[in-house]
């Protein structure tokens, strides 16, 4: 048994519309990366993948109770899903710096983040992003800022998103 994935699934399926499904029961009884991998990609066709050390990964449009459903499931570290932006949720003036970055965004109507499970009422976002587009050169200092949220069991942001700066040396 892998023990990373032991680590993440140590939720439940219980008030998700996983509960009571044969393929949770199934993943449970045999906690392996082969196991993850086949009954995600098997219930799922291909919208959230299994990846490494009990991390999903969304490909496809998937439902709030889907993803709900999974982290509930898979409750420790970070999962990166695709979640909808407004142009309402943003109301700190750092974005004025950030301009580009958060129209890019708002074009496209979804950050791809990380989500967490933090209560059966509470799943944060965090999302790095950063000012220039050349972030590969380790040489080039720059400011990055990372934007949180946190969401209720139905799928609703709490307030909206804080900013928080980062400095990278």
């Not at 066709?45 to 709030?64: C, E, H, M, N, P």
């Not at 695709?82 to 109301?91: A, N």
Request: net charge negative.
């Amino acid at each position: 048994m892998n023990r990373e994935l032991r680590y993440a699934l140590q939720g439940t399926a219980r008030h998700t519309i996983f509960e009571g499904e044969t393929w949770v029961s199934d993943l449970l009884a045999d906690l392996t990366e082969e196991n993850a991998r086949h009954q995600i990609s098997q219930r799922f066709d291909d919208r959230f993948s299994y990846t490494w050390f009990g991390i999903l990964f969304q490909r496809g449009r998937a439902s709030w109770a889907e993803k709900y459903g999974l982290l509930s499931l898979f409750n420790k570290g970070s999962h990166f899903m695709y979640m909808p932006i407004h142009k309402k949720q943003f109301r700190d003036p750092i974005w004025d710096n950030y301009l580009p970055e958060r129209l890019k965004m708002l074009k496209k109507g979804h950050v791809l983040a990380e989500l967490s499970w933090i209560s059966e009422d509470e799943i944060e976002l965090n999302k790095c992003i950063r000012k220039y587009t050349d972030c590969d050169n380790e040489e080039y200092d720059e400011l990055e800022i990372r934007m949180k949220g946190f969401y209720n069991r139905h799928g609703h942001l709490k307030a909206p998103f804080t900013i928080e700066k980062v400095e990278i040396y």
